[in-house]
């Protein structure tokens, strides 16, 4: 084989090689940028995390949603999640116009997609970790490493701010899944666990004896609340009307189930600077990792 003949082989490869590449490209940029369904969608969805059976689901958001579709003169339909995956999923697509979670869930929405936070609950979040009051050998929580802990699973707001505590995953706390704040608590006191996180006011009703049965260890900054955030294809005045007709007294009526699964009776405008960064909980989750 001459060096001619062998040039003529080694450009060819090259060129070859350059144009896969750049084809692999052009399919990476459009999987990327095609629109989702929401975005084609003539109506816009409504959704909120899996938490009970689409019948509940259904009584608390369908109000909201037929109450939307009055104030903005588009029709609003509420899309039940029956599990976290495919929440999480439709999420990072876009596929959501309005959608009621926490704040991390807010936060990630702000950064990645464009999405405004209009109302939340008034209450603020605190989360406390805590043992048993007599327990010596956990004073802080990097004691908790390695051991044992009531909680709910990822991406639960609480158990991600405990796990954004570790910084090793190898040395992190063992997860026992656990139902509901009350059953973290129970937990914890008949030793099925050493610690749990539950939000400070849940303690406060929980452990309420004048002689305290736990210990706090670590307690977390002020967090806002839940809060309905509206997506890009919701403009500015269309959020403004949102957020004024959800806070009348006819909006009161349409989120009064909403209040009472959440067990607050107010609801009060929120802001993006509240919930900016919070969606770096989310970091090791999956669907929301990467993005």
């Known amino acids: 084989m001459n060096r001619t003949f062998a040039s003529q082989i080694l450009f060819a490869g090259l060129l ?19 629109p989702s369904k929401a975005a084609e969608s003539e109506e816009l969805i409504l959704t909120a995390p ?12 369908e109000p909201i949603a037929e109450f939307l579709s009055k104030t903005m003169g588009k029709k609003v339909i509420f899309k039940y999640s029956d599990n976290w995956l495919s929440y999480g ?20 929405r702000q950064d990645k997609l464009g999405h405004v936070p209009l109302i939340k609950i008034k209450e603020d979040f605190v989360f406390a ?5 007599e327990n010596q050998r956990i004073t802080e929580i990097k004691n908790l490493a390695g051991r044992s802990i009531c909680a709910h699973a990822p991406p639960n707001l609480g158990t ?10 190898a040395r992190q706390p063992v997860i026992l899944e656990t139902q509901g704040w009350d059953n973290a608590y129970k937990g914890l006191i008949n030793g099925k666990c050493e610690a749990t996180i539950v939000p400070l006011k849940n303690l406060a ?24 955030s509206a997506g890009p294809r919701i403009t500015s005045e269309m959020q403004a009307k949102i957020r004024q007709a959800l806070l009348s007294e006819e909006g009161k009526k349409a989120t009064e189930k909403l209040g009472e699964a959440y067990a607050t009776k107010e609801f009060v405008l929120a802001s993006k600077e509240e919930y900016a960064g919070l969606g770096k909980l989310l970091k090791d989750t999956m669907y929301f990792e990467s993005r």
């Open 89 to 108: 999923k439709g999420m990072s697509q876009g596929s959501y116009d309005l959608v009621f979670d926490g704040p991390h869930f807010n936060g990630w």
């Open 205 to 228: 009703k929980f452990d309420a004896g004048e002689k305290k049965l736990t210990k706090v260890i670590y307690k977390s900054r002020v967090m806002p609340n839940q809060a309905l």
């Open 129 to 133: 970790v805590i043992t048993k009051a």
């Open 160 to 169: 991600l701010i405990l796990y954004s505590q570790f910084d090793n995953p």
């Open 16 to 34: 070859i090689l350059l144009f896969v590449q750049q084809a692999v490209a052009d399919m990476s940029a459009k999987a990327t940028y095609i």
């Open 50 to 61: 899996p938490r009970g059976s689409a019948a509940k689901e259904k009584e608390i958001y």
